[in-house]
């Protein structure tokens, strides 16, 4: 899949946030390596700590299918440079291996990187004793 394609995937996504709080709305679309793309989109709550991000949605509804390696996921809003995964999004996908973060806006700006370079030194399950 070329990396347009997983960037439109997100921008469709988008379209499906709930964001009547932030106005915020983001899109995400994940990549396993057997090819196959899972989308999300950000959820806001009322009780603002229960709100979820996109590339968590996208993660989640993949691994809930049965899936755990990744190549790459694609997250796009409208920003206007390329968005970034905040801090527990970063944490939550580190968990899957180090995949390529596709940071895109509704421009069509975006960049690339590995997760370990967003995240270094991130908590894995080699650190619980």
Known sequence: MKIEELIEAAK???SNAYAPYSNFAVGAA???EDGKVFTGCN????SYGLSICAERVALFKAVSEGHRRFKAI????DTPTPVKPCGACRQVLSEFGDMDVIMANLKGE???KKLSEL???AFSKDDVV
């Open 119 to 121: 995240l270094p030194e």
């Open 43 to 46: 959820i806001e709550n009322a």
């Open 30 to 32: 994940i990549l396993t």
């Open 110 to 112: 975006y960049s690339i």
């Open 12 to 14: 469709r996504a988008r």
């Open 74 to 77: 694609a997250i796009v809003a």
